[in-house]
């Protein structure tokens, strides 16, 4: 990776007294009884990482290599991992038969993750986009904003380090792209972005600076943290999107947020969730909540991802485990050793109920 020079080592220490500035703003208003904590699950989890607020600006220029904070994509997966193994788990969703190449996704050069015969640099996490990039691909959405006549309108609920954002804005081209989440993660994404699209116009979020429709004009990408959620009521949106993190929050923030997405999205509203996360406590069923105000069309999931031998493994050590407890009577006769699968997460594409 390049020297940095001054001006980036200066914006990644800004994008570091803005996220400090917005954690003292939402304990203020918590304190005050104004604004509600993060659920008890993200409360507990982002406290993991709370040091990226205080990496040094050349370290933090390496996000990337932090990142498995959020997708649990590490790079020792790679230097030490084994390039068919990987494959054989995620191949079906690296699968691009039929996509426009601009919908062909890989790792920036300096990301992480194994390089194919073809040149294209592959990782979990790239995975994972391209199978949300693939569903909107083919199912005409991303070809329609590129039609709309004037520049698209996304906004993402939970974008973690902006990989997804940087992919899709990529595709798109010119586009207005906001990036909802908590304070502790948007250190992530604005560090990333502003390091793998610097010819991108970037606002993050300051506490010292009114936030109206005024100050968001002529920016790219607008990081927004999800307690000033209201400061964007009013504005409308042509996709909008959550993966893998209303799963995790509590049932009055996930209304908050789909009633928001109710309210001002006037295309789709793609979400690639699990029901329930089984660590969260607070949350019993995130589609039933998404059925109560959508119209959901179930996505058909890529053909399996075979289990990772380690995962084997697992459920092998379960049922042997299983078996030795029935044999001393601990497990009543006759139950099961439950399995789960790889990635159960489900896409949908909602459509407002009007």
Not at 107 to 112: K, N, S, T, V
Not at 230 to 257: C, H, K, P, W
Not at 309 to 325: E, Y
Request: glycine share 8%; charged share 25%.
């Amino acid at each position: 990776m390049p020297a940095l020079t001054g001006s980036q080592v200066e914006t990644l220490g800004e994008i570091q007294r803005k996220v400090h500035r917005m954690l003292e703003e939402r304990e203020k208003l918590i304190e005050e009884g104004t604004f509600r904590p993060p659920s008890r699950y993200w409360t507990d989890f982002s406290s993991y990482f709370d040091y990226m607020g205080d990496l040094s600006p050349h370290s933090l220029a390496k996000v990337r290599l932090h990142t498995y904070h959020l997708t649990g994509d590490n790079y020792q997966t790679y230097y030490f991992g084994n390039r068919k193994g990987f494959l054989d788990f995620y191949g079906p969703w690296l699968a691009t038969d039929g996509l426009p190449a601009e919908h062909v996704l890989s790792e920036p050069e300096d990301g992480i993750g194994f390089r194919l015969d073809d040149g294209r640099f592959v990782s979990a996490d790239i995975a994972r986009f391209q199978r949300s990039v693939a569903t909107l691909s083919r199912r005409g959405i991303l070809g329609g904003l590129k039609r709309l006549g004037f520049p698209p309108r996304v906004i993402e609920i939970g974008g973690g380090y902006g990989g997804l954002a940087l992919h899709l804005s990529r595709i798109l081209g010119t586009c207005r792209y906001i990036l909802v989440d908590l304070p502790e993660t948007l250190v992530f994404s604005a560090a990333y972005l502003v390091r793998q699209a610097p010819a991108k116009r970037l606002y993050l979020y300051d506490p010292a600076v009114s936030l109206d429709a005024a100050t968001l004009a002529g920016f790219d990408f607008v990081l927004v943290p999800d307690y000033r959620l209201d400061a964007l009521t009013g504005s409308e949106f042509d996709l909008a999107i959550n993966v893998a993190s209303m799963q995790e929050m509590r049932v009055d923030q996930i209304e908050r947020y789909l009633d928001f997405i109710r309210t001002t999205c006037r295309g789709v509203f793609y979400s690639c969730n699990r029901d329930h996360q089984n660590r969260n406590d607070e949350l019993p069923s995130l589609f039933d909540l998404m059925r109560a105000r959508f119209e959901l069309f179930e996505v058909p999931p890529p053909a399996p991802i075979r289990s990772s031998p380690a995962a084997g493994a697992r459920r092998r050590l379960k049922r042997t485990l299983r078996r030795v407890a029935r044999s001393i009577g601990l497990v009543e006769a006759g139950s099961e050793c439950p399995t789960a699968e790889p990635y159960p997460y489900v896409e949908h594409l909602c459509s407002v109920v009007r």
